[in-house]
């Protein structure tokens, strides 16, 4: 056994919902033990921090964290970079970034996220002007199914590094990723409660595009008013000012307490809000770093289409409002930037995307996720890649021009499909992959 191999003592994600199949759990602590693993593996995969919600992760071989990896972030002012190590979580990063007066462009919801398995999923905040974070990173290395160490850059291979970032870590290990940096700055964000159900579907639009970065928060259940939550930057070079926010409020009010995005759940974990100013990194995710996000009991999916098509969307998925509303702890919009990674479910489209927080009842929830599938196919909806969804092979294989060219680049790394697993392998089928 290797050193930094165990049994795997029945591992699940961070929901819960899945149990690894792997037979060896490996943390190695240097890059050459992770060339040797995955040069010796007949079927290899990296987790981050297992917070996706389907088997996307998972192998039966040898699956490999990068936590335990020589941690880095340095900051390189000069380029406006910052080169972390694969295993880093977003709210490691920023609180670094911070301190130095520097700053990411966006963040997703959730700090706790590691840099890798966000980007190679297409993990997004929201911002009409925001691409996912993955469109940050300008440079991956990533140990290959030879065992071989290979770097891809957006300037030096361009195309290739579009199929290579976000690859749902099907081209290799990511040991360290470089990523673009902005100068620091802070955010307001304050909520909004009690807006009407027919004013957000009237002033969709309107309302997504009123800040730095918006989410609206619905049951789906057109009884209950909705949550608009708001970040704004402050005095920035963009016009954006806690006092240019949108000044409607499309008939809601102020919250003059703190919340929290999931109904029931302490205010105290969700990050600073009521308007005062502070630190991007501690505004810009929903959650804090120091608490434990959301409750673990849930399930997740969400669906990404272009962004002029948010009204029909929202007027399709108000038809099936009473399949939605019983599986459901809360629904999320936000918007999405177009950016050109090839399998990205923003490539090539800026984007609505509409979310959904489950309860964590499967057999529940899979026939309305298929139901909301259907509603949003005249969109040409791409699902999240690390959320559950149940879109079939030949439906992606036609959501994504460029899936074919995805699979070749897989091939031409890993002939032997080392880095495969059921899960993935099936998402490819209908551009040549085998079932396993
Ligand atoms: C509470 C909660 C909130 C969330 N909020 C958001 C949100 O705001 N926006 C959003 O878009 N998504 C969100 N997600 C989804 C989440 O961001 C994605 O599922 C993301 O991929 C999880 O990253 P991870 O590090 O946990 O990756 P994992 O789930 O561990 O892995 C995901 C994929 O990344 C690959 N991977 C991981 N590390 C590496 C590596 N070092 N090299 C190569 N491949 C690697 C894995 O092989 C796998 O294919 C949320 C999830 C939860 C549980």
Not at 110 to 125: K, N, Q, Y
Request: charge should be negative; proline fraction near 8%; include cysteine.
């Amino acid at each position: 056994m290797h050193s930094s191999e165990s049994q795997v003592p029945a591992m699940t994600n961070w929901a819960g919902n899945i149990s690894f199949s792997a037979a060896r759990f490996h943390r190695p602590a240097s890059v050459g033990e992770v060339q040797q693993i995955v040069g010796a593996s007949k079927a290899v995969r990296a987790l981050g921090t297992g917070h996706s919600f389907n088997r996307i992760a998972d192998t039966t071989g040898d699956l490999i964290s990068v936590t335990d990896l020589p941690r880095i972030i340095e900051v390189d002012s000069q380029r406006s970079l910052v080169r972390v190590s694969g295993g880093i979580r977003y709210g490691e990063v920023g609180g670094q970034l911070a301190a130095a007066g520097l700053a990411l462009s966006n963040t997703g919801s959730l700090p706790h996220i590691s840099v890798a398995g966000a980007c190679a999923t297409g993990t997004h905040g929201s911002g009409v002007g925001n691409p996912n974070l993955s469109d940050a990173v300008q440079e991956i290395t990533m140990v290959v199914p030879s065992g071989d160490l290979v770097t891809v850059g957006r300037d030096t291979a361009p195309d290739e590094f579009s199929g290579s970032v976000l690859a749902l870590g099907r081209l290799g290990i990511i040991t360290e990723l470089t990523l673009r940096i902005v100068p620091g700055f802070e955010v307001s964000q304050t909520v909004l409660e009690d807006v009407p159900d027919d004013q957000v579907g009237t002033h969709l639009m309107e309302i997504l595009s009123s800040a730095y970065s918006v989410s609206i928060f619905t049951s789906w259940n057109p009884m209950v008013p909705q949550r608009i939550w708001r970040k704004a930057r402050v005095l920035d070079d963009n016009g954006f000012h806690p006092k240019s926010v949108h000044p409607k409020s499309w008939g809601g009010r102020p919250a003059t307490v703190a919340h929290n995005p999931l109904p029931g759940m302490p205010a105290e974990h969700a990050t600073q809000q009521l308007g005062v100013p502070g630190p991007w990194n501690e505004r810009l995710p929903h959650f804090r770093l120091n608490f434990t996000p959301s409750s673990g009991e849930e399930l997740q999916s969400e669906y990404l289409l272009p962004l002029e098509l948010a009204g029909p969307a929202w007027a399709a998925l108000s038809e099936i409002r009473q399949k939605i509303a019983p599986v459901l702890q809360i629904g999320e919009i936000r918007t999405v930037a177009r950016d050109s990674m090839w399998i990205s479910p923003c490539t090539g489209q800026d984007s609505v995307a509409f979310h959904f927080t489950w309860i964590p009842d499967p057999v529940a929830v899979l026939p309305v996720v298929t139901a909301i599938e259907r509603q949003l196919a005249p969109f040409r909806a791409r699902p999240h890649w690390g959320k559950v969804f149940t879109t079939s092979p030949e439906a992606l294989a036609n959501l994504y021009p460029r899936l074919g060219d995805f699979h070749a680049l897989a091939q031409r790394y890993d002939p032997t499909n080392k880095l495969g697993n059921e899960e993935v392998d099936n998402w490819f089928r209908a551009v040549g992959v085998p079932s396993r």
